[in-house]
């Protein structure tokens, strides 16, 4: 039989498809098996990762709130604040996407957590040689780790919505409420500790009686508070260093617990679908596609428009860490009075974040944040004409308190707003968020040793202003375009009960109504990839 052929296999070589031929990627793409218990350990892995920030930042936040006041010399404490916001600005656009591709989001946490060790450290040795480079390695982690935390709620969120059957955008502002309900706790414990370590000392009830303030130093309280004139001010002298010390090993302590919460309790996110084979998430991107990945979020209209808001967050922030806590609370009480009145703005804040996150799917995000701009606006303005006394202790309580509930809005609403618009590009999302509310605390400690307070309270309000507006907008180009898609369903559905046919049906598709722009808040590949298993 040699020289046989079979002419009916000839050419039968694999053809190449067609260019401009694109293949069914969401058959090819590796699902998310899951079974509806799954939601309970979702619900333990949002609980281990608050836990772990408020950890971190009951020693962060508490350094932080005391900067201005301990380490007032030359205006070290603030420009320390300073450095770390700058090089956070930095960190947003370079770090988040590159370094939470190559590591993953869990391990991205722990290495970023550990950036913040050796500014708590050389608070024992403060010197600008020490506190600012320290400051920028805060920065530089800060970045990538704001941006996992903020990757790793949404994501899961997608996938609790999905196996409750709940709408996506209530689950991840919920996830995001008690985040910071648990993040905001920690102004309640870092603030306590440094206030019972100070107030048994030099500060507080072992030393000098602080009700003796003349009404000469009285004066320069508040919005009339200029730093380069408060030198010689009785109650802004740095306390002992046995003190400083105290508070410090303490606040360590809580940075290495932290870590090791994260390393060992966390479930890693390729539970959920990180780096799934054929999404985009597990691309294999070149160093510098990844680097532009923040740059293009920054060319969307949506993006662009929350600029401002972001930006008056950290300012607002910025600015009762920094400035009610030394012009205010430090000029009128004594330092060792700042954490006992911060620790009101955190349990407040707290509370609200939580609630804000829960009644969110009851009466929208607009009432809300309508709520926030109100307390907002009414609290600087008071500021522009209250004059502090140590004789009214409990209006400090109340401003700290209020300016809580302000945050707890933005805190929330703006993360869960970023997070519902930008679902397809989540890391690049949140690093931006993270950039322009970094540019706003840089921006206040830019001009906190320069500016008097009146002046930087006439500022929140025209960036607050802007902020507003720029939500307006948003909202308005949002709920067109939901309201577009809802009538593009009716018009599609109407379609399909006439024609039977698949042919007919597609060519209505096309020649029908007019197609909705795709957006970053379309479901992204990961939502159509969960498989949700009853067994």
């Keep these: ?21 694109e293949p069914d990627t969401a058959s090819l793409r590796e699902k998310v098996i899951l079974n509806p218990a799954e939601k309970w350990r979702i619900l333990k892995n949002i609980g281990i990762i608050s836990f772990a920030f408020m950890v971190q930042f009951t020693a962060f936040q508490g350094t932080a709130n005391l900067q201005s006041s301990i ?10 604040l300073s450095s770390i916001y700058a090089a956070l600005v930095v960190s947003c656009i370079f770090l988040p996407t590159l370094i939470i591709r190559k590591l993953t989001v869990k391990w991205t946490l722990v290495f970023s957590m550990l950036c913040y060790a050796p500014y708590i450290a050389f608070q024992l040795f ?25 990757t790793y709620l949404t994501q899961v969120g997608q996938v609790y919505a999905k196996i409750t059957e709940q709408p996506i955008d209530a689950i991840i502002v919920r996830f995001f409420g008690f985040f910071f309900l648990a993040w905001q706790t920690a102004e309640l414990w870092g603030n306590l500790i440094s206030s019972l370590v100070l107030s048994s000392g030099a500060h507080g009830s072992g030393g000098s009686d602080n009700s003796t303030i003349s009404e000469e130093d009285l004066q320069y309280c508040g919005a009339n508070f200029c730093v380069h004139g408060s030198n010689g001010h009785s109650n802004l002298e740095r306390p002992p260093d046995h003190e400083i010390f105290e ?35 597990a691309q294999e991107l070149s160093g510098m596609e990844l680097l532009s990945a923040t740059f293009r979020q920054m060319k969307k209209p949506n993006q662009q428009l929350l600029i401002p808001i972001t930006v008056f967050i950290g300012m607002e922030q910025a600015f ?31 509370i609200c974040s939580i609630l804000f996150g829960s009644v969110m799917k009851y009466i929208g995000r607009t009432p809300i944040i309508v709520l926030g701009a109100i307390v907002h606006f009414t609290l600087i303005t008071i500021e522009l004409f209250w004059r502090p006394s140590p004789d009214n202790p409990l209006i400090f309580y109340a401003m700290s308190g209020l300016w809580g509930v302000g945050d707890a809005v933005w805190q929330t609403q703006i993360n869960g707003l970023y997070g519902l618009l930008f679902r397809r590009n989540k890391e690049a999302a949140f690093s931006n968020y993270r950039l322009w509310e970094s540019a706003g605390f840089v921006i206040a ?12 309270l006439y500022i929140l309000l025209a960036v607050l202003t802007l ?24 018009a599609e559905a109407a379609e399909k009960e006439k024609e039977a046919a698949a042919k007919a049906v597609a060519e209505s598709n096309i020649n029908g109504t007019a197609e909705v722009e795709e957006t970053d808040d379309e479901l992204d590949d990961l ?9």
Aim: proline share 4%; aromatic share 12%.
């Design 71 to 80: 380490n007032a010399a030359d205006g070290l404490g603030t420009i320390s």
């Design 320 to 350: 009762i860490g920094a400035d009610f806590t030394q012009a205010y609370v430090s000029c009128a009480l004594g330092i060792h009075q700042i954490g006992f009145v911060m620790i009101c703005f955190g349990v407040v804040n707290a």
């Design 1 to 21: 039989m040699t020289g046989f052929t079979n002419s009916g296999f000839e050419n039968d070589e694999p053809v190449k498809p067609k260019p401009g031929f």
């Design 445 to 456: 400690y830019a001009y906190a040793t320069t500016l008097c307070a009146r002046m930087k």
């Design 126 to 150: 403060p010197r600008f040689y020490t506190l600012v480079p320290a400051g920028i390695l805060v920065g530089l982690g800060a970045a990538p780790m704001w941006a996992s935390k903020a």
């Design 527 to 535: 939502e159509e990839d969960i498989v949700v298993t009853h067994f």
């Design 467 to 490: 902020g507003c507006i720029g939500y307006v907008i948003v909202e308005i180009l949002y709920r067109r375009k939901q309201r577009k898609i809802k009538k593009q369903e009716k």
């Design 247 to 281: 508070i410090s090993m303490i606040y360590l302590s809580c940075i290495v617990a932290a870590v090791a919460i994260i390393a060992f309790f966390l479930d890693p996110l390729k539970r959920y679908g990180e780096k799934r084979k054929g999404s985009q998430s």
